[in-house]
């Protein structure tokens, strides 16, 4: 097994386990504190992933030079120089928070028999954790392009154990959920320091410095990758904000619950591109070598993320009654996931063909479709949430991730892959989604259909994991050899 199966494993490894943690904990949670405190830990999930948009692009950029870069020296002031970066964002985002604070815990944090102290209390917690967190990243991008990923993927299997099993012990002794924001904050302090140090003892530290000239070399990267980042948080943080500011905590664990499950696909299928990117950077563009890597993984991707999603949109409801053993919140939240699934699906298309854009320094796509969404989406959540509730929140999702999709794939394959358009959708999309599409509908059409639901699903697993292994070795593997020699 070579290096780059193995990171691909690693990292697979990483966002099974958050899947899985997720399944265990939030029962749990919802058990000990309730539906209404959890909507406020999942009302701090969306500040962390707000928080992170002030990466501005300095991770992608980080991991790419510290591939491309051959004088470790060079490494070092590059991630020293991010470093000092991420130190002055910080402070900014401190005296944002100083400036906001109160805003914020009277306007989204709605829990009867929370006095305003404690709700400011609490804010400023979820920030403070949400900036350790986020100093974080540029450490990571560091050993991920290292090609450290079977690290960075146990460091975050631990910090996950770390940060959302042990509370539950203190929340079953005590279910307060000041003490539960004041551990977050220690535990992020100490797991930063913990990837610091490793990623400086990689690295050797001796005579790194700021070297601006580096930080001038990535600024338009990162000027553009601020606007992505920041039509990204719109796309799939925006809902969450405006559901706690219209409802009230309650109806948000719906929603985030909603959401999550319909996530699967991408958060299941990103590490694939995640262990690839570093490989994508060192390739030349448009060569024998880059085209056949793109179908490849283009094809796993398709693969995974076509029978995830049919999954979800089959079993929805067996699935929520199973994790939450609650038919209100199954119920509730099948609407949503329905119409939040088929953008996930839209969204995972996205994925290879925005890192090839990003492996070669090309975002300008990326800004347009940006500036286009950073106006269409927050417009029709804002008019169309208070009148047909949840499910408007859902529906822009499915509307803004299908015309990006669209559009990122023409575009930057048109570019980098000329000629490949029709050949990457029909080799590598189309036969798994006609495949799955038949399995269903025979086995719908069949008595088997009638019987236990998670025996159908294995029945729907095993025949399709077989057509898309026989299809990549009889087929794709020659076809691909044949023509990219």
């Not at 697993?461 to 990549?472: I, K, N, Q, R």
Request: proline share 3%.
């Amino acid at each position: 097994m070579n290096r780059q199966q193995i990171n691909v494993i690693a990292n697979m490894f990483s966002k099974a386990w958050a899947i899985l943690s997720n399944f265990l904990f939030i029962p749990l949670y919802i058990s000990v504190i309730g539906e209404v405190s959890y909507g406020l830990i999942a009302f701090y999930t969306t500040i962390v992933i707000i928080v992170n948009i002030a990466d501005s692009g300095m991770s992608p950029a980080l991991t790419r030079d510290v591939v491309k870069l051959k004088d470790p020296l060079e490494k070092r002031n590059a991630v020293k120089s991010v470093e000092f970066i991420y130190t002055i964002i910080s402070v900014l985002l401190i005296l944002i928070l100083i400036a906001s604070f109160e805003v914020i815990s009277s306007n989204f944090i709605k829990i009867d028999g929370l006095n305003s102290d404690t709700k400011n209390i609490i804010v400023v917690l979820m920030f403070a954790a949400a900036i350790l967190q986020l100093f974080m990243a540029p450490y990571k991008a560091g050993l991920m392009g290292l090609e450290k990923q079977v690290y960075v993927s146990m460091f975050i299997i631990l910090f996950s154990v770390f940060r959302l099993l042990l509370p539950l012990v203190f929340l079953r002794i005590n279910p307060s959920l000041e003490y539960f924001f004041v551990y977050q904050v220690i535990i992020s302090l100490i797991f930063l320091v913990i990837i610091r140090n490793k990623l400086w003892k990689i690295l050797k530290k001796d005579n790194a410095t700021i070297c601006l000239v580096y930080l001038r070399s990535i600024k338009t990267f990162c000027l553009s990758m601020l606007l992505i980042t920041i039509m990204t948080a719109i796309n799939m943080q925006l809902d969450k904000v405006l559901v706690a500011y219209y409802f009230n905590l309650e109806q948000l664990t719906v929603y985030s619950i909603a959401t999550m499950l319909a996530l699967s696909a991408y958060t299941i299928t990103q590490p694939i591109i995640t262990s690839y990117y570093p490989k994508m950077n060192s390739l030349i563009p448009n060569s024998s070598e880059s085209k056949k890597l793109y179908f490849n993984v283009n094809y796993y991707i398709i693969s995974l993320s076509a029978f995830i999603v049919t999954i979800v949109l089959l079993y929805h409801k067996d699935i929520l009654l199973l994790w939450t053993n609650s038919s209100v919140i199954a119920e509730s939240a099948t609407p949503v996931i329905i119409v939040y699934t088929l953008g996930t699906f839209f969204l995972t298309l996205q994925l290879l063909p925005f890192h090839l854009g990003l492996s070669n320094n090309y975002n300008k796509v990326n800004l347009y479709l940006g500036v286009v969404f950073l106006v269409f989406t927050p417009l029709f959540e804002f008019f169309s949430i208070p009148y047909i509730g949840l499910l408007g929140a859902a529906i822009p999702w499915l509307i803004s991730n299908f015309i990006y999709a669209l559009f990122l794939n023409i575009i930057v394959l048109k570019k980098y892959m000329p000629g490949e358009v029709i050949n990457i959708f029909v080799y590598t999309v189309m036969p798994q989604i006609t495949v799955i599409l038949i399995l269903v509908t025979a086995l719908y059409s069949s008595f088997l259909w009638h019987g236990v639901w998670l025996i159908n699903l294995t029945l729907i697993a095993v025949l399709y994991c077989l057509f898309v292994v026989l299809y990549e070795k009889i087929y794709l593997r020659k076809k691909l050899l044949c023509c990219y020699q």
